[in-house]
């Protein structure tokens, strides 16, 4: 994970085929391979605000975390996912789009577009639903008040509707379908 961080930070501060840039992406590329024959596919995502790579969050993250957090979060990218078979190309390619300012990416068209005109087949793009999301927190916020009706209900002897709670259910269900995250 310290490979792909330098890598990012190394393309950043130098242009595309500076010998600086090319040893952290060919070391991320290698650790990204090493990775992949355990597990594929790799995913880097945001969940709930906190930086995950590969099933692992990182609430504290040290510096060069937080410019991938950053880089990640500012493009409206829930994940990326690495897939085996992964070109050293195709993560010079990555690195480089992440790079791009704010406004070249938009620009560009986002992330994705970047990747698929630059020909990247093995790294996959989840764009942020923010709607989505949004949805979630409200069916979170509602479930925590339907609960708390509940117990308040049952402390005072009386026996609880399960309507409410049936309908916060389904909609946990219709919300968690549509994105398990």
Not at 39 to 65: A, M, N, Q, S
Not at 78 to 86: D, K, L, R, V, Y
Not at 98 to 110: C, D, I, N
Not at 140 to 168: K, N, Q, T
Request: proline fraction near 6%.
């Amino acid at each position: 994970t310290k490979h792909f961080c330098s890598a990012l930070r190394n393309v950043t501060l130098y242009p595309p085929g500076h010998p600086a840039s090319f040893q952290p992406v060919k070391r991320a590329h290698e650790a990204l391979l090493d990775l992949l024959k355990e597990r594929d596919p790799i995913l880097i995502g945001i969940i709930d605000d906190v930086l995950v790579f590969d099933e692992v969050p990182f609430y504290e993250p040290d510096p060069v975390w937080k410019e991938l957090y950053a880089r990640v979060r500012d493009r409206k990218v829930e994940s990326f996912s690495f897939c085996g078979g992964i070109e050293l190309r195709e993560v010079q390619e990555f690195l480089s789009a992440l790079s791009l300012s704010l406004l070249e990416t938009e620009t560009l068209g986002g992330i994705e577009a970047i990747l698929e005109k630059r020909q990247v087949t093995h790294i996959g793009v989840k764009p942020l639903d923010e709607d989505l999301r949004e949805r979630a927190r409200e069916v979170y916020d509602r479930s925590i008040s339907v609960v708390f009706d509940l117990m308040s209900e049952l402390r005072m002897g009386r026996i609880p509707s399960s309507a409410p709670a049936m309908a916060v259910i389904n909609e946990m269900t219709e919300v968690i379908l549509k994105d398990k995250s």
